[in-house]
């Protein structure tokens, strides 16, 4: 269902991830490796994600870390359509 709404794949697990683990804080190589997608692509969405204001970033030495913004101003309403997302794919997955 999100998938309608997000076109890009990509974009599309980095605000699930984001949504879901609000405390969540990690790098590009880190993300990659979780959600099995090429950094390049990933370190883009990243920059568009911050420059919507949904992402905020610090440099820890020589990386950049990236976590959640949690007073982005839809903040509360795009984790909530991403867990409510989330539990309608998983009952649509229990009915199979």
């Keep these: ?6 076109t890009s794949r990509v974009r ?4 699930v991830i984001y949504s879901k683990y609000p405390d969540f804080k990690t790098h ?3 993300l990659a490796k979780l959600i099995k997608e090429d950094a390049g692509n990933i370190q883009r ?4 994600l911050e420059k919507a204001g949904f992402l905020l970033s610090e440099k820890q030495g020589n990386t950049k870390v990236y976590y959640t913004n949690k007073h982005f ?3 509360k309403e795009l984790q909530s359509i991403v867990l409510k997302s989330q539990r309608a794919a998983q ?3 229990q009915r199979r």
């Excluded at 269902?1 to 997000?6: E, G, H, N, V, W």
């Excluded at 599309?12 to 605000?15: H, L, P, T």
């Excluded at 969405?45 to 568009?48: I, Q």
């Design 45 to 48: 969405e990243l920059k568009k």
């Design 28 to 30: 590009v190589r880190g």
């Design 1 to 6: 269902m999100l998938d309608t709404f997000i």
């Design 91 to 93: 009952k649509r997955q």
């Design 12 to 15: 599309r697990k980095i605000v």
């Design 73 to 75: 101003l839809i903040f």
